[in-house]
Nanobody, 121 residues
Framework: QVHLVESGGGLVQPGGSLRLSCVAS????????MGWYRQAPGKQRELVAA???????SYADSVKGRFAISRDNAKNSAYLQMNNLKPEDTAVYYC???????????????WGQGTQVTVSS
């Protein structure tokens, strides 16, 4: 079993910044990809950013140039630096990880409990 714990959400004014953190713990041999998704009220969950173990990243068009994802493989952690936040960034942000619990290499998907980000003046 693997647990993901997010932190760093909160209320921020438009133009402000927040940094989200996600730490994975449990039966972990390798983490193939870590990512952040978000879900606003009445909308589907969407991918915000993802990073693979080698460091390659991908971003939703709506956050390119404003958000940056990073990870610390030694700490089984991922981070999302969010700058120039806009009201439309308001959502619950979820951490996701594709984890191999053993050397067999089969990966499983895990999710955190979510952290609220509210951008409002």
């Amino acid at each position: 079993q693997v647990h993901l714990v997010e932190s760093g959400g909160g209320l921020v004014q438009p133009g402000g910044s927040l940094r989200l953190s996600c730490v994975a713990s449990g039966s972990i041999f390798s983490i193939y990809v870590m990512g952040w998704y978000r879900q606003a009220p009445g909308k589907q969950r969407e991918l915000v950013a993802a990073i693979v173990s080698g460091g390659s990243t991908s971003y939703a068009d709506s956050v390119k140039g404003r958000f940056a994802i990073s990870r610390d493989n030694a700490k089984n952690s991922a981070y999302l630096q969010m700058n120039n936040l806009k009201p439309e960034d308001t959502a619950v942000y979820y951490c996701h990880a594709a984890v191999a619990p053993s050397a067999l290499g089969i990966g499983y998907d895990y999710w955190g409990q979510g952290t609220q980000v509210t951008v409002s003046s």
